[in-house]
């Protein structure tokens, strides 16, 4: 067993309120429970000794392992091919019916070993650490039964049981087994964890645990029918449109970023975030997606959390909205570092909760109004209550949208004058506008359109630099950003205007390294952090939607073709593609599948025109 594998070498599970990370050797070294902004019971992805861990692997001499979904469904298959057979084990966890309640049941984590040539020999390794490793815990066990105890204040306890020839004996406080399987023969291990719950899991069977497994196959293939997409990449945006919905939180329609906290945008660097967190950028921004592919339910169900937010108005800022909240709306994010964990191949400091919470990024409040704008009833989201707080948010916002900030990125290096904020605060007053008066809504049109074309003309003036022949990161600088390259999409340029055109000659140039791009030069702009970070997977699909809008077809597809062979085996991407291709930061990212089903759509679009227009 590896100690740290490498970030893409991993699938993912869920059951729609956390999520668990498998890596291609059978171990479980991430699961968060009973929701993924928990606390961690095995983190052995951030400290290899004190994280916890859950292996169930085959270490026979010359074995091969591959791991694959079963097409269309979030089952994650780990195969191993050894000299006297083939095995695998079936990873899934079951979307219970009462899943989308908060007071849902336990979580439960299923493993189906089976062997469909020859013999194999399973080991298992059941080692978990309450509380990111803070917490001790009992066992107390039986040979097809263990329960370990958080010790001290924690309430959680975890059940492992087994069916089938695999039986369990004690390893300290931690369980270990075995099992030699034949082909045709099955077993199971099946974790069940409850938080602050009393209660004893029922025994398992074998015929029961295959049961749950057609029942979970049969979930993700009816889910994904819900999809018209029927583009040239299918298999592609199905899978990041199931990895969307594995990052969604059923109970409230909140996605979160990734799965993960604390994996470096730099190995042994410091650039380590928690992102199990809902940023109100990320998804607004997922809402047209999801739109086009027919998942409406999705994209509803955050415009209702999103409203919420905007009817509470409870933030740490004490302004309307802030960047991020908990998956169930709650507003404190406080960072602290878990200074007895080492890191991921020792990037330290392993950060918990997130204080870029409060920050000051103007952007947000277009981003929120674009979510609504695209509902066919925005009122039944937020009702006349719900659209009086809006107006205010948005009255707010013609009193405050010209105050520097920290911009898009949750840089550390001092508020500017970004000029992506500016660009989505004039999406806020375009939107609001719009709205207002579609739905013959109380609004003060007079002033929202006066901001909005005060902001046009300045971001025109000061966010354009002669000297660059391009749209800047921020006033008074010459530096590119390629957040920038949501302009056309949003409507602020025409994708073919000459300064648009120039900027994206100029982004080419300076932040494209073969179809790859970076969001930005950290030289050329510190960002108070130390180190350096890959091109950034989200920016290089917004890089093929803007080429396909620009009318660059072939640029768009050979870019978009280039970025889809850095997925990983099983087509999940996280934040980063570092400068040997390897993935980089939290995984998988829920921003990146979004921004590639994005381009997806947008290039299937453009080449339609153009096999169109070669057929007259």
């Known amino acids: 067993m590896r100690r740290y594998p490498p970030i893409a070498d991993h699938g993912l599970v869920g059951n729609l309120r956390t999520a668990a990370l498998v890596s291609s050797e ?19 992805l951030l400290d290899h000794d004190r994280g916890g861990l859950f292996a169930l692997t085959c270490e026979a001499p010359g074995t091969t392992v591959r791991q694959l979904y079963l097409p269309d469904t979030a089952v994650l298959v780990t195969r191993f091919l050894t000299p006297d057979g083939v095995g695998e084990i079936l990873d ?30 399973f080991t298992l ?9 803070r917490a001790a815990h009992r066992l107390d066990l039986k040979p097809t039964a263990a329960r370990f105890s958080a010790l001290g204040d924690l309430a959680t306890h975890a059940h492992l049981q087994t069916a089938g020839p695999l039986s369990l004996e004690r390893d300290g406080d931690d369980a270990v087994g075995s099992a030699v399987l034949r082909q045709g023969e099955t077993a199971a291990a099946v974790l069940t964890v409850y938080d602050g719950q009393g209660g004893v899991p029922e025994p398992i069977t074998e015929a029961g645990v295959l049961e749950e497994f057609e029942a979970t196959r049969e979930f993700w293939h009816t889910w994904i029918r819900r999809s018209r997409y029927r583009g040239r990449w299918q298999q592609m945006v199905n899978r990041s ?77 004490g302004e309307p909205l802030q ?67 809006f107006a205010e948010f948005l009255d707010w916002l013609a009193k405050n949208w010209d105050r520097p900030d920290e911009g898009i990125w949750e840089t550390r290096g001092g508020r500017k004058d970004f000029t992506y904020s500016r660009l989505m605060c004039w999406v806020a007053f375009d939107r609001g506008v719009r709205l207002a008066t579609e739905l013959a809504r109380p609004a003060d049109l007079a002033t929202w359109t006066a901001v909005r074309d005060q902001i046009l003309e300045q971001v025109m003036e000061r966010g354009w630099s002669d000297r660059r022949k391009a749209f800047i990161q921020h006033y008074g600088g010459e530096v590119l950003d390629a957040s920038l390259l949501l302009m056309p999409a949003v409507g602020f340029v025409s994708p073919k205007d000459p ?43 917004f890089y093929v939607g803007a080429q396909a809008r620009a009318g660059r077809v072939g640029q768009a597809r050979y870019a978009f073709d280039k970025m889809l062979t850095y997925a990983n085996h099983v087509g999940l991407f996280a934040e980063e593609i570092g400068p040997t291709g390897e993935q980089l930061g939290n995984f998988p990212q829920a921003f990146t599948h979004l921004a590639l089903i994005g381009a997806a759509m947008e290039l299937d679009a453009a080449l339609d025109k153009v096999e169109a227009k070669e057929a007259r």
């Open 499 to 541: 300064r648009w055109l120039s900027t994206l000659d100029a982004m080419e140039e300076e932040l494209v390294s073969d179809s790859l791009v970076y969001r930005y030069d950290p030289a050329a702009s510190p960002d108070g952090l130390r180190g350096s970070e890959g091109t950034f997977s989200m920016c290089s699909f």
């Open 26 to 44: 059978g171990v479980v070294d991430w699961f968060c429970t009973p929701r993924f902004d928990a606390a961690s019971l095995f983190a052995a």
């Open 241 to 317: 449109a199931i990895t969307l919905k594995l990052l969604t939180y059923a109970p409230t329609g909140a996605p979160v970023a990734a799965a993960t906290m604390g994996l470096p945008e730099q190995p042994g660097g410091e650039r380590n975030w928690d992102y199990r967190y809902t940023w109100v950028r990320d998804a607004s921004l997922s809402v047209r997606a999801l739109l086009d592919l027919g998942l409406e339910e999705e994209a509803n169900g955050f415009r209702q959390w999103l409203g919420d937010r905007i009817s509470a108005g409870r933030t740490v800022t």
């Open 125 to 133: 390794s059941c080692r978990p650490r309450f509380d990111y490793g």
């Open 92 to 121: 899934f966890m079951p979307v219970e019916p009462d899943g989308l309640h908060e007071t849902s049941g336990p979580t439960r984590l299923v493993r189906v070993l089976r062997v469909t040539r020859g013999t194999v020999r």
């Open 323 to 389: 960047i991020m909240y908990r998956v169930d709306g709650d507003p404190h994010l406080a960072e602290e570092i878990l200074d007895h964990l080492e890191g991921y191949q020792g990037s330290a400091p392993v950060r918990l909760g997130n204080g870029a919470a409060g920050q000051l990024q103007l952007d947000i409040y277009g981003e929120a109004v674009y979510a609504f704008s695209e509902a066919r009833d925005v009122m039944q989201f937020i009702g006349y209550d719900g659209w009086r707080k």
